[in-house]
C-alpha cells in the first residue's frame, strides 16, 4: 500500500521587473515514486489554463535549500535565511518561485517518515522479490 502526502502552501512568483505575485501551490509526495517530489498548480495560474505538475528530484529539493543544486528543468537555491527559490525552465521561458524554506523542511521532514532517505530502492526491490517468491502473483 502506498503513502501520499500532501501539503498545500503558498508561493511567490518572481517577475522579470522583481515583482511578487502570490500563487498557491501543493507540495506532494508518494512512496509509489519515492526519489521524486512533485509540485501541483492549479490551472488559473498556468499559461495553458491547466493543472500543471513538476516532479523532481527529492534530493534536489534538500540539497537547493542549503546551496544551489540542478543543472536542468529545475534549479533550486536558497534565497537568504528563510526562504528557497526554486527555477522551473521550460520552452515558454524561466519560472522563479521563492518558498518559506521553514515550509519546504516541514514537508521534506514529512516525506523521510514515509521513506528514509537512502531507503527509496527497498520497496520495489520488496516487490520484484515477491513476485519472483510468489510466481509473478503479487
Do not use: K
Not at 518559506?100 to 530502492?121: I, M, N, Q, S
Amino acid at each position: 500500500m502506498h503513502v501520499t502526502l500532501q501539503q498545500p502552501t503558498g508561493a511567490r512568483l518572481i517577475t522579470a521587473t522583481g515583482q511578487e505575485i502570490a500563487i498557491p501551490a501543493t507540495l506532494r509526495y508518494t512512496s509509489a515514486d519515492p526519489l521524486a517530489v512533485h509540485l501541483d498548480f492549479p490551472p488559473h495560474v498556468t499559461v495553458d489554463g491547466e493543472v500543471t505538475t513538476w516532479t523532481f528530484a527529492r534530493v534536489l529539493l534538500g540539497g537547493g535549500m542549503r546551496a544551489s543544486a540542478g543543472i536542468g528543468n529545475v534549479r533550486v537555491r536558497p534565497a537568504g535565511p528563510a526562504h528557497t527559490c526554486v527555477e522551473f525552465h521550460a520552452a515558454q521561458g524561466v519560472a522563479v518561485l521563492r518558498f518559506t524554506t521553514a515550509d519546504l523542511t516541514r514537508f521534506l521532514a514529512r516525506t523521510y517518515t514515509v521513506v528514509a532517505a537512502g531507503e527509496e530502492t527497498v520497496g520495489a526491490e520488496l516487490d520484484h522479490g515477491m513476485a519472483a517468491l510468489f510466481g509473478g502473483r503479487v
